[in-house]
């Protein structure tokens, strides 16, 4: 009896490797643009014909010799790694060497290349199927490279077929883009369809800085950006520091020498948020991945810090020791294996919780600048008027720099502070202090004598058991309450309190409940003491911009803009017609 199992011919297993990497427009620009990217180039040309499904990128990039530009498109090959240790040391984007072959075996491929260290000018290749080099020619070019994908799928009709509309992949192109360029913000792109310019990203010295050309609607007063130098992980083997080894449980195990450092870019949460949840991304050495995990440690950074079904803005870069990583998950390399995860997401809750605060270093940023703009006309960008930023030794001191003036309609404080003033609204503040109290130490007490509640549904008695509050029957349809949140107990309105507790929502609801309930009411006129220790108690919350509903807090005037709307940097002889 013959076998029935035979090896597939090479063609055949072209084709399913191609289908693993090359499957829309997208990934055809992903591939070659990482590619650009991995040999240092700083502008990049995107040009896309969705209906010829032809792509060109063309980089400044440090170009490719005749020898190496010959053995660009065979299966397998690559300069990013040479020994099966090395896909535990990955430093580039690619690292597979099947981009290229796979798209001779879908497309035409072209490619024009000069290094920047040739004075004899460039080469031309085309390749045939299978990654041969069929013409190759002298080109006359500037350095770097010009890929030309034509003729895409042109062997598979069916995959035509089954992708979405043009208009939908080149969504998927922008996006993609997009999502490349935060992560690497130093580079120019020019990105052109049916050779008409789309859209262009200026370099930026920072992704933060990026992320309004990306983001039009959200300006950069309305960002927070933290960077920090992070320790790596330490309970690895620490004897395998210096070890080289073939061997990828020895590598993955070896400890990292050098730091890592997380960039962080937020949109601050009284300023811009987003309906969806579309716009909270996670990269890891350059290349934008999906990590479930780490998303979910983000918008759990951002709880109760946003209205009522409002998604955060973050942006986060982990740039970390590459054996840390394991890139070989699958061929688009989103998906990955990070050791240690525990870790990263406890460093990522304290940068979160870091960039959310109002101390000595942000405090110059937190400057409702598109507030100020309705309010005062003359509140541009910042001009002229510069205050010193303080030094190393104050930025460590505790903030003690705000400071009660006044009370305005016995619900807003005038605040003063070294670049200008702030209204501070202090019944939201004040739940502010109050919820987080509650969350750190929610207390029930009891109460003599026992609080009665009159007509409670099932629902209203099992929501009261879910909190945790001690009630019985009390006679018909009448029940007693024989203990409450602390907070609760003194007040006159505790039964009304307790009630609208009933209404449903878990603990977390409960606490916000309680401490709306509780704080200071608006109208309530308050001595400067007062005002100064609500101040001081809110300054030390974890998320001292919003109320636990979202709401924001306070309102910054900056000393600069009042300057200018008050022309004080106007000449004294011209403002008297002089």
């Not at 643009?33 to 063309?58: K, Y």
């Not at 933060?208 to 050309?213: A, F, I, N």
């Not at 962080?264 to 716009?279: A, E, K, Y």
């Not at 016995?410 to 670049?419: A, D, L």
């Amino acid at each position: 009896m013959s076998s029935t199992i035979q090896a597939l011919p090479t063609e055949v297993v072209y084709l399913i490797t191609a289908g693993e990497v090359i499957d829309s427009l997208a990934s055809v620009v992903r591939e070659l643009i990482e590619n650009s990217l991995d040999a240092g180039a700083t502008r990049i040309v995107v040009s896309v014909w969705a209906q010829q499904w032809r792509v060109r990128v063309a980089d400044n990039g440090c170009g490719m010799n005749l020898d190496d530009l010959q053995q660009a498109a065979s299966a397998h090959s690559t300069s990013k790694i040479r020994s099966c240790a090395d896909l535990w040391q990955i430093n580039s984007l690619g690292f597979r060497g099947e981009a290229l072959h796979s798209l001779t075996t879908l497309a035409d491929l072209e490619i024009l290349s000069r290094p920047a260290n040739s004075s004899s000018g460039g080469w031309r290749v085309v390749y045939g199927y299978g990654g041969e080099a069929v013409v190759v020619e002298a080109a006359a070019i500037a350095p770097g490279t010009i890929v030309t994908i034509s003729n895409l799928f042109g062997n598979c009709s069916t995959r035509r077929q089954g992708l979405p509309t043009t208009a939908i992949q080149m969504k998927a192109v922008q996006a993609l883009i997009y999502q490349i360029a935060l992560c690497h913000p130093h580079v120019t792109w020019q990105v052109w369809q049916n050779d008409r310019e789309w859209f262009t990203l200026s370099p930026a010295a920072t992704m933060g800085k990026l992320l309004p050309q990306i983001l039009h609607q959200v300006k950069q007063g309305d960002l927070q950006e933290l960077k920090l130098e992070l320790p790596n992980p330490t309970n690895s083997c620490k004897d395998a520091i210096n070890r080289v080894s073939t061997n990828p449980t020895d590598a993955i195990n070896r400890v990292s020498t050098a730091n890592s450092s997380l960039s962080l870019v937020i949109g601050l949460p009284d300023r811009c948020h987003r309906h969806r949840p579309d716009w909270v991304r996670v990269a890891i050495n350059g290349r934008m991945v999906k990590s479930p995990e780490l998303e979910q440690t983000i918008f759990a950074g951002f709880h109760r810090t946003l209205p009522r079904d409002r998604y955060p803005i973050c942006f986060l870069h982990l740039d970390i020791s590459p054996d840390q990583i394991n890139w070989n998950r699958n061929p688009a390399k989103t998906e990955i294996y990070l050791n240690e995860l525990s870790y990263w997401q406890e460093q990522i809750s304290s940068a979160i919780e870091q960039a959310l605060r109002i101390d000595s270093v942000n405090i110059k940023e937190a400057v409702h600048t598109t507030r100020v703009s309705k309010l005062i006309k003359a509140a541009e960008e910042k001009g002229g008027y510069h205050v010193q930023r303080p030094n190393s030794e104050e930025e460590n001191k505790p903030l003690n720099s705000l400071k009660a003036v006044a009370q305005v309609s016995n619900t807003y404080i005038v605040v003063e502070h070294e670049n200008g003033m702030w209204l501070v609204e202090q019944h939201i503040a004040h739940e502010r202090v109050l919820y987080e109290q509650l969350c750190d130490n929610w207390q029930l007490v009891p109460v003599e004598p026992a609080i009665i509640l009159y007509q409670l549904s099932p629902a209203q008695v099992s929501q009261l058991q879910r909190i945790n509050l001690d009630i019985e029957p009390f006679g018909e349809q009448l029940w007693a309450i024989r203990n409450v949140p602390a907070l609760l107990k003194q007040r006159d309105d505790c039964a009304e309190a307790i009630l609208e507790l009933s209404w449903g929502g878990d603990l977390q609801t409960a606490q916000v409940a309680v401490a709306c309930r509780s704080a200071i009411r608006n109208g309530t006129p308050l001595t400067l003491p007062e005002m100064q220790t609500l101040l001081d108690d809110w300054q030390r919350t974890r998320n001292p911009r919003t109320c636990p509903h979202g709401r924001p807090i306070y309102l910054s005037l900056e000393e600069s803009a009042l300057a200018r709307f008050f022309r004080r940097n106007w000449v004294i002889g011209k403002s008297h017609g002089i």
